[in-house]
Each structure stands twice: as structure tokens, then as C-alpha cells.
């Protein structure tokens, strides 16, 4: 009998301590390129659970790997509970580009893969594999850059105005970033004007306003009085969010 109780309480404490596993909503820090989910485990029961370790996968709707993670083997006491941390890297610069085009500028649903291990005392191993799917907001969705409007400046410039316009349906990124454009001849290929603007959004809003800047008028771009289609734009975003480029 008392054998047999002691495996009831050891199942339950094996029961008790896989289901109290738990990963909360990620953190992102931009500054060093890395996503952070926060896990708990509880152990109510009187044995010891070692070498607890995690592994995260994230897989973009087309199975690209996006992010990959692991915790150090952890240990929970009997009677106690640990929260920790499953630190992440963010590479973007190892994705295809067209994948951060679309994860930029498209709404989707993320795949997450965790796989768990643990031993529970005395010598019994435990694994388990969760998968859930994660709404992936685009930062930049919806992004309209609206068609160029000229005017006189002085005798050598004209004033080039350029609407910008997106949604951040991301709940955890904030877009802090510059957009920038250049003005080329598409003759020459000359560049004839630069200029940029600062863009703030938080997570769940939206950005509307314009670029402004000027182009020179010399030999080469003196045809824009006449006519605009000669312009070639080329628009380069750089920010915050991890260093990605779309153009």
C-alpha cells in the first residue's frame, strides 16, 4: 500500500509540475537583436525536478526558421517554483529578403515549436513537444508611398513632397525608424536629391506624413519641368527594428 502510494503522489507530482509549464508573451530588445519569452514552472510536490531544458523554434507560414532558442538545464525544488527566461536571437539579416518583405509588410500566423525535457527524482525522464500558432502583425502594413507632388522652390531647386502612409498591427514592436529616398535622373542616373523623414509608430497605430526634400536643377534634371516621369525614386527604410531594408 505504501508503495502504491508513493506512486500516486510521484505521477501527480509529474502531472502537477508538466502542466504548470508556461510561456508567456515575448519581449523584443532591439538594441541587441534579441526576443525574450518569459516560463514558469511550479513543483508542489515533495520530489525534485532537474535539468529542465527548452527549446523554441519559430517558423514563419512558409516554414522558414525565424527564431531559434534554449534555456541552461534548470532545477526546481519541491515545494517551490522558478521563472526564467528563453533568450532568443534575431538575425535578420540571415533571412531571404523577400521573407522580411513580407513579414514587414503582411499579416500571418507564426509557428512556435517548444520542446521540453526534464528529469523528475529518482531517475525518470520526461519529455514533451508543443506547438501553437502566434498572430504575427505586419509592422508595416498597408504601405503606401503616394505619387511625388513638384513645386518651385527657387531658381535652382524645385520641392519634392512624398506621402508616406502604414499600420503597425504589431502588438510588441514599435517602429522607430528613418525613411529615406533618393531622386535619380533615369537618364543619367544621376542622384539629383536626397532627404528623409523620422517615423514613429507604437505598437497598434498608425503613421501618416509626408517626405520632403529637394532636387537640383542643372543639365541633367531640367527635363522634370516638363516632364516627371523621368524621375526614378528609390525608397531605403533603416531603423530600429532589427536593421531590415526594404526597398
Do not use: C
Not at 23 to 46: A, H, Q
Not at 111 to 116: H, L, V
Not at 132 to 137: F, K, N, V
Not at 142 to 162: A, D, M
Amino acid at each position: 500500500l505504501l508503495a502504491f502510494t508513493l506512486f500516486g503522489v510521484f505521477v501527480w507530482n509529474i502531472v502537477q509540475v508538466s502542466s504548470s509549464i508556461s510561456i508567456g508573451k515575448p519581449s523584443m530588445k532591439f538594441l541587441d537583436s534579441k526576443v525574450e519569452l518569459p516560463m514558469n514552472v511550479s513543483n508542489p510536490g515533495p520530489f525534485s525536478v532537474d535539468e529542465i531544458s527548452t527549446r523554441i523554434v519559430v517558423f514563419d507560414e512558409h516554414g522558414v526558421k525565424i527564431l531559434e532558442g534554449a534555456t541552461e538545464p534548470l532545477k526546481v525544488e519541491p515545494s517551490s517554483a522558478l521563472q526564467t527566461k528563453i533568450v532568443m536571437n534575431l538575425n535578420i539579416s540571415k533571412l531571404p529578403v523577400e521573407n522580411i518583405e513580407r513579414l514587414l509588410t503582411e499579416n500571418e500566423n507564426l509557428s512556435i515549436e517548444a520542446n521540453i525535457s526534464m528529469f523528475v527524482f529518482p531517475v525518470v525522464k520526461i519529455t514533451g513537444e508543443f506547438k501553437y500558432e502566434l498572430p504575427w502583425g505586419a509592422p508595416l502594413h498597408e504601405l503606401k508611398i503616394g505619387r511625388p507632388k513638384f513645386s518651385s522652390y527657387n531658381v535652382t531647386h524645385l520641392q519634392v513632397l512624398i506621402p508616406i502612409s502604414f499600420k503597425n498591427e504589431n502588438r510588441f514592436i514599435p517602429i522607430d525608424t528613418k525613411v529615406e529616398v533618393r531622386i535619380f535622373n533615369a537618364t543619367s542616373n544621376v542622384q539629383v536629391g536626397f532627404g528623409y523623414i523620422n517615423v514613429k509608430a507604437p505598437p497598434t497605430s498608425s503613421f501618416s506624413g509626408n517626405l520632403t526634400t529637394l532636387v537640383k536643377l542643372d543639365r541633367s534634371t531640367v527635363s522634370i519641368l516638363f516632364n516627371d516621369k523621368l524621375l526614378r525614386f528609390k525608397v531605403e527604410f533603416a531603423g530600429t527594428y532589427g536593421g531590415a531594408s526594404l526597398r
